[in-house]
């Protein structure tokens, strides 16, 4: 696959206006562009929600067979997350995007990737996939599926899933899917997909990825029970999540980053994703592990390494089983793309939230992560549509035409875009204050050129030629420091 380059014409500047009004601008044009993505179908006697995987200017029919669920999740997170857009009916959009995902899930309590259809053959299923489950929970939870019965976001269920409006019957569904993700374990952590279709589990090993991912629902989760005394799922989350923390921390590269897995040399997405899992532990293990994380970004991620980066960093590859009856199955190739832009932005967000990053190691380490946010703002920007049918959608690294603008790469993006706003209305961030800071600096080394000028010359011609040469070179020094 071959990544498609920006064209100039679809470049904005992040400095011309400020952040915060640019953010909210990319923000609505998404919001437009998501409100007439979704299509209807019918689940049983009850009409459900879903999205397609790739946004088109000339969308195709998706009928029930085709429903994807990575798009219906991400498509439903996504759109919550930018408010809901002007739907006019939000508990109706809440309640059958819903259905549409209780439908997909399959008995043991995982998520496939897609609804298999019906030509091939009338016993054939997808096995569960690691990352679609994630999705599907987290599109839950933010639909309110784990609201207790006094809330008022509880959704309104209809009557032929009646069983779904009480609270603790929905934690008892929940249940089969806590014990799938426990199951299908390797080691302390996950691979793409179940363990169940492996010829010798012992030729498999964790990923950094979904394990990563598998960390933030499980503290989602934990969090969501634990408000409501569900002591004994709680115990099992935190554990499942506690231990897939440690085994990030021990498969950490000796440089701070991370690959795909233990083997792998360190990787800007997977690094990304592992930070943002490693900022969910309060520990001191953990924070150390998270600075060291922290500067391997810094020092590998900035905006001219980025446009070096090759597909072997984009994409991820593996095989997913079609269970045709009890006996056979086929495998089918999967190309996971990591939206790399938003995965640094959410990163470097939650990183500059922790006191150890900000306060101890590297000189300048929270002044560096303030004005590497500001440039991911504008690299995430940058990849936003302006013009046309797709206007709001954003462009990915896939090279097939119909595959450019993913709903994956509007979730991250939204979700990315929105915490670098909150830092700004909180004042962690600042432009004055990087400015403020790269002038500090400046000022500073020139400062002790001019102590080393005084202390070892004397006052003849040779001293300006001297000071004009340390004061270049304290310049060039300040330049490095603060180039971003």
């Known amino acids: 696959m071959l990544s498609r380059t920006i064209p100039p014409a679809q470049t904005k500047a992040i400095h011309v206006y400020g952040a915060k009004a640019v953010i909210d601008g990319a923000l609505a044009s998404a919001r437009s562009f998501i409100d007439s993505k979704s299509s209807i179908v019918n689940i049983g006697n009850e009409n459900g929600l879903l999205w397609p995987l790739f946004f088109s200017a000339n969308p195709t029919h998706v009928d029930q067979y085709e429903i994807d669920t990575c798009a219906t999740a991400l498509g439903f997170a996504a759109t919550l997350g930018l408010e809901g857009g002007n739907n006019p009916s939000p508990q109706e959009f809440i309640t059958q995007s819903l259905i549409t995902l209780i439908s997909l899930r399959r008995p043991d309590g995982s998520w496939p990737s897609i609804q298999v259809r019906p030509e091939a053959g009338p016993q054939a299923e997808m096995e569960g996939v690691v990352n679609d489950t994630i999705y599907a929970l987290h599109a839950l939870v933010d639909g309110g599926y784990l609201e207790g019965p006094q809330s008022s976001r509880q959704p309104n269920f209809p009557e032929s899933m009646k069983k779904h409006r009480i609270f603790a019957t929905r934690v008892t569904w929940l249940k089969s899917t806590i014990l799938w993700i426990q199951k299908n374990r390797l080691n302390r ?188 703002i504008g690299l995430v920007i940058r990849r936003q549509e302006k013009d046309g049918a797709l206007r709001g959608g954003y462009l990915s690294r896939r090279s097939l035409e119909r595959e450019r603008y993913p709903v994956y790469w509007l979730y991250h993006t939204t979700i990315a875009l929105t915490q670098a706003r909150r830092l700004l209305v909180d004042g962690k961030i600042s432009k004055i204050r990087n400015i403020v800071n790269s002038l500090s600096v400046r000022i500073g080394l020139v400062l002790v050129a001019g102590v080393a000028y005084a202390s070892f010359v004397k006052n003849d011609v040779s001293q300006i030629l001297s000071i004009t040469l340390l004061g270049v070179a304290a310049n060039v020094v300040s330049f490095y420091f603060t180039r971003e």
């Open 189 to 376: 952590g996950w691979y793409y997909t179940s363990t169940e279709f492996m010829a010798d589990k012992t030729q498999y090993q964790p990923a950094v990825g979904p394990t990563a991912s598998m960390v933030l629902i499980l503290d989602r989760l934990a969090g969501e029970l634990n408000s409501f005394s569900f002591s004994e799922e709680t115990t099992i989350l935190v554990s499942l999540r506690d231990e897939a923390i440690a085994w990030l921390r021990e498969v950490q590269h000796e440089s701070g980053g991370y690959g795909r897995d233990s083997r792998d040399l360190p990787r800007v997405p997977h690094t990304s994703i592992a930070l943002i899992a490693l900022t969910t532990a309060n520990s001191n293990d953990a924070d150390l592990s998270i600075m060291r994380a922290t500067d391997w970004l810094l020092s590998h991620a900035n905006s001219r390494q980025l446009n070096k980066l090759d597909d072997s960093d984009s994409f991820d590859e593996y095989s997913q089983a079609i269970v045709f009856d009890s006996k056979t199955f086929r495998k089918r190739i999967i190309s996971h793309e990591h939206p790399i832009e938003p995965l640094v932005l959410r990163a470097l967000c939650s990183a500059i939230h922790q006191q150890g990053v900000s306060s101890l190691g590297k000189l300048g380490r929270r002044a560096r992560l303030s004005a590497r946010i500001f440039t991911y």
